[in-house]
């Protein structure tokens, strides 16, 4: 995920999500990843949906904009649960124009 990109509402924005261990090396959580997306005013427009797997620790969601969104900056938080142990995958921002 890069740190922010501008698009147009209405269109679908391809998040792409690295999962890596204390390491660096790219691993798969044992239970679940799911992301959630807020808009500028903190209201929830994706909440805890899986990514697609494309690869051992390499994931994405096509997140589908609607032209009625709101301008401005929204946050992309995914969360990895482990067995043990739940972590926040690094924030993504995009805004929208």
Known sequence: MSDQES????TAIRIDVDVKDYAGSYMDPDTSLAISVEDPAGATRVDGVSLEKDDVG??????????DWPKGRYLVTCKAVDDTYTALV?????RLK
Do not use: R
């Open 58 to 67: 390499q994931y994405h969601y096509n997140c589908q904009t609607a032209e």
């Open 90 to 94: 690094k924030p993504y921002l995009f």
């Open 7 to 10: 698009y147009y509402a209405g």
